[in-house]
C-alpha cells in the first residue's frame, strides 16, 4: 500500500505529536517524522503543514540565532494545538480499531444501522 495517501490525512497530527514531545524549526520537524518511520514525507509537505498549522493558531513561533547561518524559526505548540492533537489522538484511535476490525481475516463487515431520521425523512 502506498504510505503517501495514507500520510496526507495524518500529516497535521504527526506535525502536532512531534512538535508536541519538542519545539523543533523546519528541517528538525522533518527529520523527526523520518526517524520516526514516515520516511516518504516531503520537505514542502511539512513546511505547509506548519505554516497552516501556525496560521490556525496550533503553534507559536520564536527565533533562535545561529552561529553558522541564518537564525531558525523553531515552532511550539500552543494551549489550542494540544487541544486539537487529543482531538486527533481520539479520532486516530477510532479510525484505528474500526479500520483493524473490517481488515482482520476473522472479521465480516457488519451494516452500520441509519439513524432513526434519515429514513424517515424531515419531521413535519
Do not use: C
Not at 520516526?36 to 507559536?60: H, K, M, P
Not at 489550542?80 to 481488515?103: C, H, K, P, V, Y
Request: proline fraction near 7%; charge should be negative.
Amino acid at each position: 500500500m502506498d504510505g503517501t495517501q495514507l500520510l496526507k490525512g495524518v500529516l497535521d497530527a504527526a506535525v502536532l505529536a512531534v512538535v508536541d514531545h519538542e519545539d523543533g524549526y523546519g528541517y528538525d520537524v522533518v527529520r523527526r517524522l523520518r526517524d520516526a518511520g514516515l520516511e516518504e514525507v516531503g520537505d514542502a509537505s511539512v513546511y505547509g503543514t506548519l505554516r497552516r498549522l501556525y496560521a490556525a493558531g496550533a503553534l507559536s513561533t520564536y527565533v533562535v540565532p545561529s552561529e553558522g547561518g541564518p537564525h531558525r524559526k523553531y515552532y511550539s505548540i500552543t494551549p489550542n494545538g494540544q487541544e486539537l492533537l487529543g482531538e486527533q489522538r481520539i479520532g486516530w484511535q477510532r479510525f484505528s480499531e474500526t479500520l483493524t476490525a473490517l481488515i482482520s481475516p476473522q472479521s465480516q463487515p457488519q451494516p452500520v444501522p441509519e439513524s432513526p431520521t434519515s429514513s424517515e425523512g424531515p419531521a413535519a
